[in-house]
C-alpha cells in the first residue's frame, strides 16, 4: 500500500507531466494551423468544409489546452474563436459538454491537498 508521501509525490509528477503534454499540444496545434492556410476560394466546397471541421476542433482542443493550464483569458478567447467559425451547431455544443467535464476535473485537481508537512 503506497503511503501518503508515495501519492502526493506521484500527484505532483502526474501535474508535472500533463502541463508538459498540454504545452506540446499548445506547439501542435499552433503548428498545423500556421501550416494550413485556408483553401483559395477555388477549391470545392468539401475541401472548404473540411478545412473549417479541422481548423474547428484545433481551435478548440487549444481552448482546453489552455483550460488545462489554468490561463483562463486564453482559453475564453479561444472557445469564441472556434464558436465563431463553427461549420454545425453538434460542433458548439459537443465542445461546451466536453468544457463541462473538465472544468469540474480540473478543479478538483490532487495537488490542492498537498501540504508543505508532508
Known sequence: MKSTTQHVTAAIADSVQAERVREEVLKICDEWINASPAPDSNANQ?????????????????????????????????????????????????????????????????????TADL
Open 46 to 114: 468539401i475541401v472548404q468544409e473540411q478545412y473549417l471541421r479541422n481548423k474547428y476542433w484545433i481551435v478548440v482542443t487549444k481552448a482546453e489546452a489552455w483550460l488545462g493550464t489554468g490561463r483562463m483569458p486564453a482559453a475564453e478567447a479561444a472557445y469564441r474563436e472556434a464558436y465563431a467559425f463553427a461549420p454545425a451547431a453538434w460542433m458548439i455544443d459537443s465542445a461546451k459538454e466536453q468544457r463541462g467535464k473538465l472544468e469540474p476535473l480540473l478543479a478538483e485537481s490532487p495537488l490542492k491537498y498537498v
